[in-house]
C-alpha cells in the first residue's frame, strides 16, 4: 500500500495531518505512565493509565498488526468560542462543544476503506484504550509534544483530535517531527490551578478537566478555581501559540451553558445535549454537579433561588456542592437556607460541607 495515497485520502476528506509509524512497542511512554501512577500523578485516570501493558504495544491487541495511519483532526475554528462569562452562563471546552469524534471518525473511516479494498485488515482506534494515540502521533510525525501534554501540529497547534487505523499492511514510516516548544512555556502559568508542575509532566489531582469528569465530590479548594466551567478547561491551549492563528479566526458562539436551565431540566434531556461527553456511569449527576459549582462562581439571575432549591435534592452529592454554592454566592436568605438545610441533614459528608460553608461566611 503507498503511504502518500493514504494521505492523500486522508487530508482530502479533512485530516489537519497524518503519518505512519511501526507498532513497535511504544516503551518510553509506558514507562511514564507507569511513573505518574505510582507516583500518584495520574490520580484516578483509567483509560490507558489502567493497562500500559496494553495501551502501549498495539500488537498485545491486534496480533496481525503491522502499522499504524495516525489522523489529527482540527476542531478549530468550527467549534467556536463559550462567549464573555456574562453572570449566569457556563462554558464548555471547546472539543466537547459538539462531537468533534465524529468528523475524525469519518476522516479515519475513509483510510480504512482504502486499505481494505487493498485486501488489508484495518480496524479504528478513536478515544481507544487498547492506545496511547499522543504517542502514535508523535512517533508518526504528525506533531510534537507539547510542554502541556498535548501533542502540537503545525498550523493548529494543541486544538486536535487523534486517531488510528491500524492495519497488516506494510507502509513506509515517517520520521518524527524534529521540532519541539524551544524557549516557550506559556501555557504553564496559564493552567489555573498549577497542574503542570513541569514541563510535559501534569498532575491529574490539580487538574480541572480530570475533576469535571471524576465521581465524587469535587475537592473544596479546586472549586473557586473552575471558575464557569462545567466541562473542560481549554487555559492551557489557549496560551499556546502555535495555535493562535486558528483561534483567532473561531467567531462563532457555542459551548455557551445557561446554567439555571441546564440545573431545572430532567435527565433525558440532559444525556440528550451532553451524551458526547465523558460522564461518570453515565450518571447526570455529575452534570449537575459542575453546573452547581459554575453557579457558584457565576452567579446570575435565579442564581441563590437554584441553589438553595438542591439543598432538598435527594442526592447527597448534589446537596453538597448546592451548599458549597449558596455559601458563594452569599444573599440575604444563604445563611437561613444553611441552617435550616443542617438541621433536617442526615448525610454527614453534606453536614460538615454545610458546617464550614457556614463558618466561612
Known sequence: MKAQRLKRVALDAG??????CSVEPFDETAASLRQRRDTGRAAGLGFTFSRPDISTAVQTSFTWARSLVVVAHSYVPQAGHPG???PGYGRVARFAATDQYLPLQTVLQRVAAELTSGGFAAELLVDDSRLVDRAAAVRAGVGWWGKNTMVLVPGTGPWVLLGSVVTDAVIDVDEPMRRDCGTCSACLPACPTGALVEPG?????????YWMQAPGAIPRELRPLMGNRVYGCDDCLEACPPGGRSLRSSHAIRGRVDLVTLL?????TIIRRFGHHYIPSRNPRYVRRNALVALGNSGGHHAEET?????????????LHSAWAVGRLGGPFAVAALVAAVADERDEAVRVEIDKTLLGM
Open 84 to 86: 464573555a462569562a456574562d
Open 264 to 268: 431545572s431540566v430532567d435527565d433525558a
Open 201 to 209: 509532566v501534569l498532575d491529574a489531582r490539580l487538574c480541572l478537566a
Open 307 to 319: 441553589a438553595i432549591a438542591y439543598l432538598g435534592h435527594p442526592d447527597p452529592l448534589l446537596r
Open 15 to 20: 485530516a489537519a495531518g497524518v503519518g505512519i
